[in-house]
């Protein structure tokens, strides 16, 4: 942002470098702002964009994802005393999936951590986090600035989103294993490309400069031929990554650096997310709290429902029996699944209904025609994730 | 709790030979803990030490009065036997003024005050000494902490409104009114005599970086009135031989209950095995091994420098770095040729507590000036000519002066290299106004800046109580929330200076308090 814009507060939602020709084909003209950025929701139906991230290739724009650029001598020592798990088992060329905890182990945020280099470093989180980024350097050697104006992103997932960048002249491209990023070149425009994503399927996010973007785009979208290249908006996306079990902030918890009410704050223990937590690595922010939080075991966690029917149970209050006596929790994202032909939802239960296994009843109401009615489904607590196709791992990708 | 570690001879390290780390070290080698203490200086004593600035001139290097320490602190470490003596108790406090006589105030006695105000001071002395007895007994433990279910910390809360509400109905409403006003307004309630509030506003504002009109200076000068009145009949004191010796007694207490002491080994920093502090490496890369640490530095030092924020939760860390640290008190001493004559004092109290604080507002413009990095041309002091009670301190019929001089900035326009100069000038161009021809007499002088007292005492900041005193940094939060009650969120590793509860001044209340609690922590394992 330079000096002399206009006071923050002024500025109408910043458009990214793909926002003219995702406006051009949003046929219903559906945004919604995110971190400060006007973004697509739908382009044309929600139907027709998760069947295209199951079965060919979509481009969704991922440039309103903060990015941070960590570096300096300390870079591995303030990332590893930051996020729970080990930073040194990421190498240069790899990217992690990592969460942070502020000093009572609750969860901050989620995010992906890129090594670019020895001692270089991009964090990317769903929210702005520099203050406690900053707050978190005090004592390190280290240079943290957001670089997200600085970087247009574009995630490209689906089956066919591998021959998609074959097509476009990425060469070597099938040989780039999951979270491993390389750096390639489609004419005259540098790409870095990861191999991640939000969906659980087979996919790549592009990482490139702005200026490069709507070339790019049209590129993708050109190269997508009978591949059949469609953009998708944030709500296909959400059932997806229900399938895919991943958690979204604000929907599956609340950064415990926004929570007004007590014990409204969640661990990852909480949240499923132990096998990111590594005990043996060094302190991190949160590690004693979170050793007595697993001394104790954890109060709640969050699960995966299937539930009984085909009405998703959105925001349903789960209960030990069908009577509705004992409240044993709620659900916090649910979808009906299309692919895996299943009612899913991710819930927080507490002790002892978090159990694998362990039968749940989702209070569900349903508006039928301006008529509320209310369904008690039986739910059972089952592994994540619901979907997890073999082609979303398979080195070099079958080409579909 | 384990004992000593494997390999490790001594169940606890001291970090600093200060007072607090000495009195801790002495209390626990008394229970029988193998004890060693680590100081950095070739001497014992950290800032409560006596150097010779001038050859043949020596000084107490920061507080040059004993008049806070607990009675029974004395008597349970017979620092008699260990060669404490006194040159001179009962000081009077003398505030100097250039338009009258001066005033001589003491515990029970003015001379030179008019009416009312003569009368209103020894009721209101009598008053605000009952105050400080009643929060005295909190300094002796230690603080109860909020939100817990822990039987100690509820009788602790307990135990504080108890002491609180024994003081009857009137004077209850009294304290809880005032417990958090300033000093001036407090003040202005009770006299109108300019002389008497600026000395008495001195109290609450001396080593703090507070102005008399800022807030929570009552409860500083409730602070100080405690300690003093927990530290016997002897009133204002005088060591023999400065402060220095009486850290030498209590090293020699230390010492005689089998604490060992090494001087000249700085350490560089806290060792940590299996998230425990296990012992410290000292700068010549000796390693120690203990079954615990106990630092009597700064909790800066000792957490963010000596320990290190990769051992600490981020929120905790930044706590720590916010800790309000800036030392705003300066020493100045003065080697002089033949004793000082400050006008209009009676012989008999040119050895007092002499003041230069003539009005409140005298005071609060001299704070002013240090806000924007500056000093006020009317500096206030605290001066004592200690060589009248004890000559050896200088050659025969020699003498030095030793002043505070609250309210030099940290740092200053230019720097302090270039304005020392400039500053000494301004302070004797005060001292002449009260003592004309001092400058005469003046053979050699020393001005220890907060920039000084940082990197002589190993203080970071220079303030004298190692942080400011202040109601979101005291008692139950003292020094952050996360290092209270003397341990840290370092297992194994604990606080005894003047960070943690009580504070600062030469009182040793915190570390007794950290070897009771280190004590308490091993019977209870």
């Given at each position: 942002?330079?000096?002399?814009?206009?006071?923050?507060?002024?500025?109408?939602l910043?458009?990214?470098?793909?926002?003219?020709?995702?406006?051009?084909?949003?046929?219903?003209?559906?945004?919604?702002?995110?971190?400060?950025?006007?973004?697509?929701?739908v382009?044309?139906?929600?139907?027709?964009?998760?069947?295209?991230?199951?079965?060919?290739?979509?481009?969704?724009?991922?440039?309103?994802?903060?990015?941070y650029?960590?570096?300096?001598?300390?870079?591995?020592?303030?990332?590893?005393r930051?996020?729970?798990?080990?930073?040194?088992?990421?190498?240069?060329?790899?990217?992690?999936?990592?969460?942070?905890?502020?000093?009572?182990?609750?969860l901050?945020?989620?995010?992906t951590?890129f090594c670019?280099?020895?001692?270089?470093?991009?964090?990317?989180?769903?929210?702005?986090?520099?203050?406690?980024?900053?707050?978190?350097?005090?004592?390190?050697?280290?240079?943290?600035?957001?670089?997200?104006?600085?970087?247009?992103a574009?995630?490209?997932?689906?089956?066919?989103s591998?021959?998609?960048l074959?097509?476009?002249?990425?060469?070597?491209?099938?040989r780039?294993?999951?979270?491993?990023?390389?750096?390639?070149?489609?004419?005259?425009?540098?790409?870095?490309?990861?191999?991640?994503?939000?969906?659980?399927?087979?996919?790549?996010?592009?990482?490139?400069?702005?200026?490069?973007?709507?070339?790019?785009?049209?590129?993708?979208?050109?190269?997508?031929?009978?591949?059949?290249?469609?953009p998708?908006?944030?709500?296909?996306?959400?059932?997806?990554?229900?399938?895919?079990?991943?958690?979204?902030?604000?929907?599956?918890?609340?950064?415990?650096?926004?929570?007004?009410?007590?014990?409204?704050?969640?661990s990852?223990?909480?949240?499923?997310?132990?096998?990111?937590?590594?005990?043996?690595?060094?302190?991190?922010?949160?590690?004693?709290?979170?050793?007595?939080?697993?001394?104790?075991?954890?109060?709640?966690?969050?699960?995966?429902?299937?539930?009984?029917?085909?009405?998703?149970?959105?925001?349903?209050?789960?209960?030990?029996?069908?009577?509705?006596?004992?409240?044993?929790?709620?659900?916090?994202?649910?979808?009906?699944?299309?692919?895996?032909?299943?009612?899913?939802?991710?819930a927080?239960?507490?002790?002892?209904?978090?159990?694998?296994?362990s039968?749940v009843?989702a209070?569900?109401?349903?508006?039928r025609?301006?008529?509320?009615?209310?369904?008690?489904?039986r739910?059972?607590?089952?592994?994540?994730?619901?979907?997890?196709?073999?082609?979303?791992?398979?080195t070099?990708?079958?080409d579909? | 709790?384990?004992a000593?570690?494997?390999?490790?001879?001594?169940?606890?390290?001291?970090?600093g030979?200060?007072?607090?780390?000495?009195?801790?070290?002495?209390?626990?080698?008394?229970?029988?803990?193998?004890?060693?203490?680590?100081?950095?200086?070739s001497?014992?004593?950290?800032?409560a030490?006596?150097?010779e600035?001038?050859?043949?001139?020596?000084?107490?290097?920061?507080?040059?009065?004993?008049h806070?320490?607990?009675?029974?602190?004395?008597r349970?470490?017979?620092?008699?036997?260990?060669?404490?003596?006194?040159?001179?108790t009962?000081?009077?406090?003398?505030?100097?003024?250039?338009?009258?006589p001066?005033l001589?105030?003491?515990?029970g006695?003015?001379?030179?005050?008019?009416?009312?105000?003569?009368?209103?001071?020894?009721?209101?002395?009598?008053t605000?000494?009952?105050?400080?007895?009643?929060?005295?007994?909190l300094?002796?433990?230690?603080p109860?902490?909020l939100?817990?279910?822990?039987?100690a910390?509820?009788?602790?809360l307990?135990r504080?409104?108890?002491?609180?509400r024994r003081?009857?109905?009137?004077?209850?409403?009294?304290?809880?009114?005032?417990?958090?006003?300033?000093?001036?307004d407090?003040l202005?309630?009770h006299?109108?005599?300019?002389?008497?509030?600026?000395?008495?506003?001195?109290?609450?504002?001396?080593?703090?970086?507070?102005g008399?009109?800022?807030?929570?200076?009552?409860?500083?000068?409730?602070?100080?009135?405690?300690?003093?009145?927990?530290?016997?009949?002897?009133?204002l004191?005088?060591?023999?031989?400065?402060l220095?010796?009486?850290?030498?007694?209590?090293?020699?207490a230390?010492?005689?209950?089998?604490?060992?002491?090494?001087?000249?080994?700085?350490?560089?920093?806290?060792?940590?095995k299996?998230?425990?502090?296990?012992?410290?490496?000292?700068?010549?890369?000796?390693?120690?091994?203990?079954g615990?640490v106990?630092s009597?530095?700064?909790?800066?030092?000792?957490?963010?420098?000596?320990?290190?924020?990769?051992?600490?939760?981020?929120?905790?860390v930044?706590?720590?770095?916010h800790?309000?640290?800036?030392g705003?008190?300066?020493?100045?001493?003065?080697?002089?040729?033949?004793?000082?004559?400050?006008?209009?004092?009676?012989a008999?109290?040119?050895?007092?507590?002499?003041?230069?604080?003539?009005?409140?507002?005298?005071?609060?413009?001299?704070?002013?000036s240090?806000?924007?990095?500056e000093y006020?041309?009317?500096?206030?002091?605290?001066?004592?000519?200690?060589?009248?009670?004890?000559?050896?301190?200088?050659?025969?019929?020699?003498?030095?002066?030793?002043?505070?001089?609250?309210?030099?900035?940290?740092?200053?326009g230019?720097?302090?290299?270039?304005?020392?100069?400039?500053?000494?000038?301004?302070?004797?161009?005060?001292?002449?106004?009260?003592?004309?021809?001092?400058?005469?007499?003046?053979?050699?002088?020393?001005?220890?800046?907060?920039q000084?007292?940082e990197?002589?005492?190993?203080?970071?900041?220079?303030?004298?109580?190692?942080?400011?005193?202040?109601?979101?940094?005291?008692?139950?939060?003292r020094?952050?929330?996360?290092?209270t009650?003397?341990s840290?969120?370092?297992?194994?590793?604990?606080?005894?200076?003047?960070g943690?509860?009580?504070?600062?001044?030469?009182?040793?209340?915190?570390?007794?308090?950290?070897?009771?609690?280190?004590?308490?922590?091993?019977?209870?394992?």
């Open positions: 942002m330079s000096a002399n814009s206009p006071p923050f507060f002024q500025q109408p910043l458009k990214t470098p793909f926002h003219e020709r995702a406006r051009a084909l949003c046929q219903v003209d559906s945004f919604v702002p995110w971190a400060g950025y006007t973004t697509v929701d382009f044309t139906t929600v139907e027709q964009e998760y069947f295209a991230i199951r079965n060919s290739a979509t481009l969704y724009d991922l440039t309103p994802m903060v990015k650029r960590i570096s300096g001598p300390d870079a591995l020592r303030y990332l590893n930051l996020v729970t798990r080990d930073i040194a088992k990421i190498k240069p060329g790899r990217v992690g999936y990592c969460v942070w905890c502020d000093d009572a182990g609750h901050i945020d989620d995010g951590v670019l280099a020895e001692s270089e470093y991009r964090l990317c989180t769903a929210e702005r986090q520099l203050d406690w980024l900053l707050d978190s350097a005090l004592g390190f050697v280290v240079q943290i600035e957001e670089v997200t104006e600085d970087i247009a574009l995630a490209l997932q689906g089956p066919t591998c021959a998609v074959k097509r476009l002249g990425l060469s070597g491209i099938e780039l294993r999951p979270f491993e990023t390389g750096h390639f070149q489609s004419g005259p425009h540098a790409l870095l490309v990861s191999r991640t994503g939000f969906t659980g399927d087979l996919g790549y996010e592009l990482w490139m400069d702005p200026a490069s973007a709507e070339t790019l785009w049209d590129a993708l979208m050109a190269a997508g031929g009978t591949r059949g290249v469609r998708i908006g944030s709500q296909a996306l959400n059932m997806v990554r229900i399938e895919a079990g991943f958690l979204l902030p604000n929907l599956d918890f609340v950064s415990a650096g926004r929570t007004l009410r007590t014990g409204r704050d969640r990852p223990l909480e949240l499923g997310l132990a096998w990111l937590v590594d005990f043996g690595k060094g302190h991190f922010t949160g590690r004693r709290a979170l050793l007595l939080e697993q001394r104790r075991g954890p109060a709640r966690q969050l699960v995966g429902l299937d539930v009984e029917g085909n009405k998703p149970a959105h925001h349903a209050l789960l209960y030990a029996e069908r009577a509705g006596q004992h409240e044993v929790g709620s659900v916090m994202s649910a979808t009906w699944s299309p692919t895996c032909k299943r009612n899913i939802a991710l927080m239960l507490t002790a002892p209904h978090f159990r694998t296994g039968t009843w209070d569900i109401y349903l508006n025609e301006l008529v509320w009615e209310r369904r008690m489904a739910a059972l607590v089952v592994e994540r994730p619901f979907y997890a196709p073999e082609r979303r791992r398979a070099p990708p079958a579909f | 709790m384990s000593a570690a494997p390999g490790s001879s001594y169940d606890v390290l001291v970090i030979a200060g007072h607090n780390g000495l009195v801790c070290a002495a209390y626990l080698a008394r229970a029988g803990r193998k004890v060693l203490v680590l100081e950095a200086s001497g014992v004593g950290g800032a030490v006596t150097h600035f001038v050859p043949g001139f020596r000084v107490s290097s920061c507080a040059h009065l004993l806070l320490m607990p009675e029974w602190l004395g349970e470490l017979s620092l008699d036997r260990h060669g404490l003596e006194f040159a001179a009962q000081l009077p406090t003398v505030a100097l003024s250039q338009e009258r001066p001589i105030l003491s515990a006695a003015q001379s030179g005050l008019p009416e009312p105000d003569g009368s209103a001071y020894l009721e209101y002395r009598a605000m000494a009952r105050f400080g007895a009643t929060l005295q007994p300094f002796e433990r230690a109860p902490r939100g817990t279910n822990a039987l910390d509820r009788a602790g307990l504080l409104g108890w002491q609180i003081l009857g109905r009137p004077r209850m409403r009294e304290l809880l009114r005032i417990g958090a006003m300033n000093v001036y407090l202005q309630e006299f109108s005599d300019a002389g008497l509030q600026g000395a008495l506003a001195f109290d609450a504002v001396l080593g703090t970086n507070f008399p009109r800022s807030p929570g200076t009552v409860l500083t000068l409730l602070c100080r009135l405690a300690a003093q009145g927990a530290s016997g009949a002897g009133g004191r005088l060591p023999r031989g400065g220095g010796a009486f850290s030498v007694a209590l090293a020699g230390a010492g005689a209950a089998g604490a060992a002491i090494r001087t000249s080994a700085p350490v560089e920093r806290i060792l940590v299996n998230d425990r502090a296990c012992g410290v490496q000292l700068r010549s890369g000796e390693q120690i091994g203990a615990c106990v009597s530095a700064d909790p800066k030092n000792t957490l963010l420098g000596l320990l290190g924020a990769e051992h600490l939760d981020a929120g905790f930044r706590r720590v770095h800790l309000r640290s800036r705003l008190a300066a020493k100045l001493h003065l080697a002089l040729k033949g004793p000082p004559r400050f006008t209009d004092v009676p008999a109290h040119q050895g007092g507590r002499l003041l230069i604080a003539p009005s409140m507002d005298y005071l609060e413009r001299a704070y002013n240090t806000k924007y990095g006020s041309a009317a500096p206030p002091m605290e001066i004592v000519v200690p060589s009248l009670h004890d000559p050896a301190l200088a050659p025969l019929g020699a003498h030095v002066l030793s002043a505070i001089v609250p309210y030099l900035p940290y740092q200053i230019g720097g302090w290299d270039n304005g020392r100069q400039r500053c000494i000038g301004t302070l004797m161009a005060t001292l002449e106004q009260y003592a004309p021809g001092i400058s005469g007499l003046v053979e050699g002088a020393e001005l220890l800046t907060p000084d007292i990197q002589r005492f190993h203080i970071r900041g220079g303030h004298w109580h190692h942080g400011e005193l202040a109601f979101d940094q005291f008692f139950m939060v020094p952050v929330p996360g290092a009650q003397y840290t969120p370092m297992a194994g590793l604990y606080l005894c200076g003047a943690a509860h009580p504070g600062g001044g030469v009182m040793g209340y915190a570390g007794r308090n950290a070897a009771r609690r280190i004590l308490g922590l091993r019977a209870a394992a």
